[in-house]
């Protein structure tokens, strides 16, 4: 059996269609991915802060008894923010705010917790709650870099869903648009810290 010019010209067609879309498909899979893992990590780093806190509240306890004020509110502040999952793959940009909220309510509490330890000489010298603020620190920095990261791939993964011809088979396969970490209305004052 012999096929026409024009059969042969449409099997290509679709062959080569076929194969840009499978192409497109897992390009789009690809930084999907990406952005879902970076998630993880900023998740991880929140989980890392919030698995530190004990320990600080515990070591300041001894030092600062009557702080229990402040000492509460950075425990419920770590359970409120431990509480709220989020899903990468299902991600609202009210749930991300929610969470991002969440997180901001716990490092203002750490901040006063940390602050506290000007009013105690024998608590600045601790050897522990010196090591825990180190690693507390050092987290901050990680949180950080992490989100740094989670919107780089979160910009990847929304620019080649939104780039044509990749935009004609987004939408077809499901593919939406994610949301980038955004800074906390008032970020760009320094917090204020008051007992």
Do not use: C
Not at 68 to 97: F, H, Y
Not at 128 to 144: A, P, S
Request: proline share 3%; net charge neutral.
């Amino acid at each position: 059996m012999k096929l026409s010019k024009g059969t042969i010209g449409i099997i290509a067609a679709i062959v080569i269609i076929g194969a840009w879309a499978a192409s497109a498909y897992n390009g789009m899979v690809g930084v999907q991915e990406n952005a879902t893992t970076a998630m993880a990590n900023v998740q991880s780093a929140y989980q890392r802060r919030a698995d530190l806190i004990p320990n600080l509240v515990e070591t300041v306890k001894g030092y600062a008894a009557h702080e229990k004020e402040t000492l509460e509110g950075v425990v419920a502040a770590r359970s409120k923010a431990t509480s709220i999952n989020i899903d990468p793959e299902n991600m609202t940009p009210e749930k991300l705010k929610e969470y991002q909220q969440a997180q901001g309510e716990l490092s203002t509490a750490l901040g006063r917790l940390i602050a506290i330890q000007e009013n105690y000489p024998d608590l600045k010298a601790n050897e522990n709650f010196r090591d825990l603020q180190v690693q507390l620190e050092g987290t901050e920095n990680r949180i950080n870099e992490a989100r740094n990261k989670y919107n780089t791939a979160v910009q990847d993964y929304n620019v080649k869903i939104r780039r044509f011809p990749n935009s004609l088979l987004s939408g077809i396969f499901g593919f939406d648009k994610m949301t980038k970490f955004e800074a906390e209305a008032g970020a760009q004052k320094a917090p204020e810290v008051k007992f």
